[in-house]
């Protein structure tokens, strides 16, 4: 690329620099800088409030728990086009793998600042892998599906750079990328919530399943569901101008779909959830002060919202799906807050419970603004919510 | 760049069949490890304890910790509930007495050498390792700092030094596995000037308790700590209240950390054999639901073509057919016509001869 091209996509002579947009990244950016530097200089002790223990903070739970659930929209829309021929979805599978994409992503870059000597990342794959682990699996799969989540993500970076020939190599992959996706992710998914069947003993009772792997799996379906349906409404609104016509055309009835799907693996989440607490006799704990919290959880962010996504899809009322769709995404993030940080050690008083650090808040934030800024530069520039002009009709 | 399909597998395959067959955990059989065979250990008689805290200077020293802010022989200390830090492998804390008020009781923590522990099941490096000697032992070379063995440890040993910057360690009681190979006492048995800690086969340490237990039953409480918890422990105790009392959870189960997640890991290896095949089976169902489709759709273009066609046909000889008859009736009525004429014609010759 010249350097005037380059010039022309990071810096538009026609507009200004200073938008509020750009003040704002320029702010977090700013802080997530020096934040970073006060990591890598004072130690975890500097930025984080954890302790022994509270081992994991906000940076497993939210970034890395809550970060994996919500970008499983990759997976469920690719597998939902491409194997399960769902054909008139297939506008919605770029964006949805490039949120998937820059999610794991950022996931993985966010594990750097939490693990105590990040440049052994690779230990556990390459040079002293325990088998034993859950995390083992974890980390294998995490790393194998960020691998496909590029390849898959890369044809549309290739065609913007004009690189045909690889662009078809790796198109002709699609399936085999898209079935491999499903596995490990099937695999990853579920074992973010075995990774806890070890301590039976400090996760409250009414969380602490034997099927917290399921239910893990089975949330994420549709935590995907609803985060391509939250993600493609605020596309819509800030990149209107970015969308062809098929994009357009499909996209209200990819969100009827997709309000469907989520509405009745939901329904079978609440039902495999009651299941839970019969099978371990769990009934009295609903009446304390955690279970109450329970049924906050499990009323409030997932009964409601299936309501309203089997209404919305009826009624075709597109406002009360985006609704269901925002209260599903945060129910998604409480569920997996509950589970790695609110109820677990919940016999400890409260003067011993973990509550994050605003260094943990900051750099959280940090990574957020990061995806943002990515998202936006790729979707301005590459052809994500629409057919390159060269590719026209090789789906 | 990508792994193959092949090797994948093979791992995958290896993460589940290594819980199976491991030496490590006997899950998935109903064969119960009960440890290497004469592992050392520890009885910590609490009834004898008398909170002096020459143990935790014992310790300090032998593991060459850094000094803490109060010396060991402030008491004072006691006060307050502490648990094992980055700087301190073992703690001894003070306990309300509800069968005597006046005499609380002391109870050293350190790291508990479970038989199959739950950090080295846990750890993804395997940086944790059982010895046969009993200690559960640590190696910084390979620790990549994810904290995942302090999440596991069910009762809450592992520390983490959260204020170093490069070379963070996880931190636990070795039970002075060091000097166990070379025939010395862990520091603190050796301190402790009232016996209540006991160095031993842990075979024979379950035996003096029980016969602890049997000579002076109104001593003790029946239960000796560690024999079960959590498949069994190298440390073990005996106590003369109940043991929640002194800050030790009775609801830990006998389940083996290892036997908890080994049903989670045994379904990674079928994930992997029965995902590719029933996904594959879902794309050839909708593939051959669209070729089906594709197909249908060209039969009832081709039949309507036809249908098409034949009716064209039919109505093409029909207005054939009525044009022929239109035809012939035209000719026919042109030669009556023609006949009628020539008779006429014949009738006006003839009138014209006789006239």
Redesign the interface.
């Known amino acids: 690329m010249s350097e005037t091209a380059v010039k022309k996509i990071f810096f538009r002579p026609d507009r200004s620099l200073l938008t509020p947009f750009n003040i704002t990244v320029g702010i977090i950016m700013f802080i997530g800088l020096i934040l970073t530097i006060m990591r890598f200089t004072g130690g975890l002790s500097a930025v984080t409030n954890l302790d022994d223990n509270y081992p994991w903070g906000l940076w497993i739970g939210f970034d890395l728990m809550a970060g994996v659930a919500l970008a499983a929209g990759g997976y469920t829309t690719s597998a939902a086009c491409y194997l399960f021929g769902m054909k008139r979805y297939h506008s919605a599978v770029r964006p949805a793998i490039l949120t998937a994409f820059l999610g794991y992503a950022l996931v993985v870059f966010s594990l750097h600042y939490d693990v105590g000597r990040p440049w052994r990342l690779p230990y556990p794959i390459f040079y002293s892998p325990g088998t034993t682990s859950l995390l083992f699996e974890v980390g294998l799969c995490v790393a194998l599906y960020l691998t496909v989540l590029f390849l898959e993500y890369s044809t549309a970076a290739l065609e913007w750079l004009g690189l045909k020939k690889l662009r078809n190599i790796i198109y002709k992959l699609t399936l085999v990328l898209t079935i491999f996706g499903v596995i490990l992710s099937t695999l990853h998914q579920s074992s973010l919530g075995a990774l806890f069947i070890i301590a039976p003993s400090k996760l409250h009772p009414l969380w602490y399943t034997q099927y917290l792997a399921v239910y893990f799996f089975i949330s994420s379906m549709f935590a995907g569901l609803s985060m391509v349906i939250f993600e493609g409404s605020l596309s819509h609104k800030y990149f209107h101008d970015k969308m062809d016509e098929t994009y357009l055309k499909e996209h209200d009835g990819l969100v009827l779909g997709f309000a469907k799907g989520a509405s009745f693996i939901m329904a079978g989440y609440i039902v495999i959830k009651i299941i839970g607490i019969a099978m371990d006799n769990n009934w009295h704990l609903l009446g304390t002060g955690f279970g109450i919290w329970f049924l906050v959880e499990l009323l409030g962010f997932v009964a409601l919202p299936c309501f309203l996504y089997a209404v919305g899809s009826r009624d075709k009322n597109f406002s009360l799906i985006k609704k269901a769709s925002l209260i599903t995404v945060l129910g998604i993030v409480l569920n997996r807050l509950n589970v790695s940080l609110i109820a677990f050690n919940w016999y400890l008083p409260l003067k011993d419970k973990y509550i994050p650090h605003l260094g943990e808040i900051g750099l959280t934030i940090f990574m957020i603004t990061i995806g943002i800024v990515a998202f936006k530069f790729i979707v301005t520039h590459m052809p994500i919510f629409y057919e390159h002009p060269d590719y026209k009709d090789s789906h | 760049?990508?792994?193959s399909?092949r090797k994948?597998l093979a791992?995958?395959g290896?993460?589940g069949l290594?819980?199976a067959f491991?030496t490590?955990?006997y899950a998935a059989s109903n064969k119960q490890f009960k440890g290497y065979p004469d592992t050392m250990g520890v009885l910590h008689d609490t009834t004898l304890c008398v909170g002096c805290r020459s143990c935790e200077d014992a310790c300090n020293k032998v593991n060459n910790l850094p000094q803490p802010e109060k010396p060991f022989k402030e008491l004072s200390v006691l006060d307050k509930t502490r648990?094992?830090?980055?700087k301190t492998f073992t703690v001894v804390n003070k306990y309300d007495n509800s069968k005597e008020p006046k005499n609380p009781v002391f109870r050293k923590i350190q790291c508990n050498h479970c038989l199959e522990p739950?950090c080295?099941?846990?750890?993804?490096?395997?940086?944790f390792k059982k010895t046969k000697e009993g200690a559960v032992v640590y190696d910084a070379s390979?620790?990549?700092?994810?904290?995942?063995c302090?999440?596991?440890c069910?009762f809450?040993i592992?520390?983490?030094?959260?204020?170093?910057?490069?070379?963070?360690?996880v931190v636990k009681c070795t039970m002075c596995h060091p000097r166990l190979l070379e025939g010395k006492l862990p520091g603190c048995v050796e301190a402790c000037p009232v016996e209540a800690l006991t160095f031993g086969k842990r075979e024979d340490l379950l035996k003096i308790a029980r016969e602890r237990i049997r000579k002076y039953p109104e001593k003790y409480v029946n239960h000796i700590y560690g024999e079960n918890e959590m498949g069994g422990t190298s440390w073990l105790y005996l106590t003369g209240v109940a043991p929640e009392e002194i800050g030790m959870?009775e609801?830990?189960?006998i389940t083996p950390?290892?036997n908890?997640?080994s049903?989670?890991?045994a379904?990674?290896p079928m994930?992997?054999g029965l995902?590719?095949v029933f996904?594959?089976g879902?794309?050839a169902?909708?593939?051959r639901?669209?070729k089906i489709a594709a197909e249908e759709q060209a039969e009832a273009v081709s039949k309507a073509v036809a249908e098409t066609n034949t009716a064209a046909e039919e109505k093409l000889a029909k207005a054939l057919e009525k044009a022929a008859k239109e035809k012939e009736a035209a000719i026919q009525k042109e030669v009556k016509k023609a006949l009628e004429e020539a008779a006429a014609k014949a009738q006006e010759e003839d009138k014209e001869e006789d006239a």
């Not at chain 2, 080295?120 to 940086?127: G, I, L, P, Q």
């Open positions: 760049m990508s792994v399909r994948f791992w995958m290896g993460a290594s819980t491991g490590k955990a648990r094992t830090d980055s739950a080295a099941s846990a750890c993804f490096v395997n940086a390979v620790c990549v700092g994810c904290r995942y302090m999440v596991a069910p809450n592992p520390a983490y030094e959260y204020d170093k910057v490069l070379d963070p360690k959870r609801d830990l189960g950390a290892p908890l997640t049903g989670a890991l379904v990674v994930v992997a995902w590719p996904l594959t879902a794309y169902i909708s593939k639901k669209e």
